[in-house]
């Protein structure tokens, strides 16, 4: 079994910064990529960031130059920082992986639980 557990949500006021974790573990042979996406109420879940098993990153253009994703594979996990924060980042952030699992070598899609943001104008 695989989980993948976030970490990092709160509360923030406009131009404030925060930083999510996102850690995998369980029956893992090998990550490939991983992304974070949000939800804000009443709208789908959108994409927000990705990164490669090489560190190669990608970014929507609501958030680009304002958010870094890095990535540690030694520890399967990765992170988002997020600076200048604007009220219309508000959402349940999600961390998504496409996991090769050990016990059958079948790349698998997980999900966290989500973590919420909150950013106060």
């Known amino acids: 079994q695989v989980q993948l557990v976030e970490s990092g949500g709160g509360l923030v006021q406009a131009g404030g910064s925060l930083r999510l974790s996102c850690a995998a573990s369980g029956s893992i042979f090998s990550i490939k990529g991983m992304g974070w996406y949000r939800q804000a109420p009443g709208k789908q879940r959108e994409w927000v960031a990705v990164i490669t098993s090489g560190g190669s990153t990608n970014y929507a253009d609501s958030v680009k130059g304002r958010f870094t994703m890095s990535r540690d594979n030694a520890k399967n996990m990765v992170a988002l920082q997020m600076n200048s924060l604007k009220p219309e980042d508000t959402a349940v952030y999600y961390c998504?992986?496409?996991?090769?699992?050990?016990?059958?070598?079948?790349?698998?899609?997980?999900w966290g639980q989500g973590t919420q943001v909150t950013v106060s104008s």
């Open positions: 998504n992986a496409d996991i090769l699992v050990r016990s059958d070598l079948v790349i698998r899609g997980y």
